[in-house]
Every structure is written in structure tokens, then in C-alpha cells.
T-cell receptor
Framework: GENVEQHPSTLSVQEGDSAVIKCTYS??????FPWYKQELGKGPQLIID?????GEKKDQRIAVTLNKTAKHFSLHITETQPEDSAVYFC?????????FGQGTELSVKP | ETGVTQSPTHLIKTRGQQVTLRCSSQ?????VSWYQQALGQGPQFIFQ???????GRGNFPPRFSGLQFPNYSSELNVNALELDDSALYLC????????????FGEGSRLTVL
């Protein structure tokens, strides 16, 4: 079955800097890769996603890139703000369910 | 548009007891999935319900069971609770046929003592 590895587990950046979180997946049949943001005490919120027929997708300060050959995808956040502090999860869609990475705790210091 | 709502938000049980968690899906969605999120971990798929039937199951024992109702709301039942069942239980709704776009509720935090 699908296995998703996510790095780093923690990431600390200064406000205004960029943050990059990387994930790898094992099942080449996976074709949908969402990213979720989870704030303390809340459920995961879908922030951006990408499908396997696209290499890059951008939404304001957030972008996701996908390399199907290498089976990895990344989340890029530019001009980080303190409200970006949260746990971010990548996931891969396999057989009707999402397989999640272990999460990255992002801390943006003002 | 009404989002996914879950109840209760927090509950405490003792080992061996049974628990029922409830979920109302987002308006327009006909599929409900349940995930278990242990502290510091990513969510893990428990099962999915579509047309009131289980439509896929993860690596969870039979004491985890569910229901879906005609209005697409759902219940997760866990029997014979164990300490390791302590977790955040997340409900996600989607539209069958869409690939992967799941919208999560805020979760039910279960503590088993």
C-alpha cells in the first residue's frame, strides 16, 4: 500500500521568510495530493491540492510542486506570517482514502 | 454552505466501555469517512460510508463500526474501549466520484482511562 514520508518534522522561520515542506510517496498509481493545515484543537483544513497531470499549482502565498518521476511533492509558503504557524500534513489519495504524512510543525517567529 | 459538524467535542470513557461519535456531512456531500488521529501523528483511515454501506476499511478491528443515515450523517461506534483508542476522531465528507477532496470536521477528542 501507499506510504507517505514527510520532512522536516519541525520547521522554524522568521516572519517574511519562505518555508518548504517535502513529502515522498511510494505508490505510482496515486494521482491526487492535498495539503492540510491543522491549528491547535481544530480539524485539518484543506489549503491546496494538486493532481498528477499538473506539475505546479499556486494560490497567493502558497504553492505546491509535484515530481511524478521522483514521486515527491512539496509545499512552498512565501512571505510567512505568524498566523501560518500550525501543523501541516501532506497526503496521497489511494484506493478511495487519504494516506497522510506524519506532519510538520511550522513556527513563524515575529 | 454548512460545514462538517461533529459531536461531542470531548469525552472521557473508561476501558471496556462503548462510545458513539456523530457527524453531519457538508451540504451536498454523500460520502463520509472516519479517521483516527493519535497525538503527534497524521490521521489514519478507519472506514468510509456511501449509500448507507461501508465502502472501504482501514486496518482497524471489528469493534470499530459505523452507520450512515439517509440524510448522509454518520456515526462511529467503538466497543470494548482500550487505552490506545485515546485519540482525536475526525469525520470527513466528500462527494462520491470526486477524487480525494475531503473536508474535515473539528473532531471528537476521546480519552480512555
Amino acid at each position: 500500500g501507499e506510504n507517505v514520508e514527510q520532512h522536516p518534522s519541525t520547521l522554524s522561520v522568521q516572519e517574511g521568510d519562505s518555508a518548504v515542506i517535502k513529502c515522498t510517496y511510494s505508490d505510482s498509481a496515486s494521482n491526487y495530493f492535498p495539503w492540510y493545515k491543522q491549528e491547535l484543537g481544530k480539524g485539518p483544513q484543506l489549503i491546496i491540492d494538486i493532481r498528477s497531470n499538473v506539475g505546479e499549482k499556486k494560490d497567493q502565498r502558497i504553492a505546491v510542486t509535484l515530481n511524478k518521476t521522483a514521486k515527491h511533492f512539496s509545499l512552498h509558503i512565501t512571505e510567512t506570517q505568524p498566523e501560518d504557524s500550525a501543523v501541516y500534513f501532506c497526503a496521497a489519495w489511494e484506493g478511495g482514502k487519504l494516506i497522510f504524512g506524519q506532519g510538520t510543525e511550522l513556527s513563524v517567529k515575529p | 454552505e454548512t460545514g462538517v459538524t461533529q459531536s461531542p467535542t470531548h469525552l472521557i470513557k473508561t476501558r471496556g466501555q462503548q462510545v458513539t461519535l456523530r457527524c453531519s456531512s457538508q451540504s451536498g456531500h454523500n460520502t463520509v469517512s472516519w479517521y483516527q488521529q493519535a497525538l503527534g501523528q497524521g490521521p489514519q483511515f478507519i472506514f468510509q460510508y456511501y449509500r448507507e454501506e461501508e465502502n472501504g476499511r482501514g486496518n482497524f478491528p471489528p469493534r470499530f463500526s459505523g452507520l450512515q443515515f439517509p440524510n448522509y450523517s454518520s456515526e462511529l461506534n467503538v466497543n470494548a474501549l482500550e487505552l490506545d483508542d485515546s485519540a482525536l476522531y475526525l469525520c470527513a465528507s466528500s462527494f462520491q466520484g470526486s477524487t480525494g477532496e475531503l473536508f474535515f470536521g473539528e473532531g471528537s477528542r476521546l480519552t480512555v482511562l
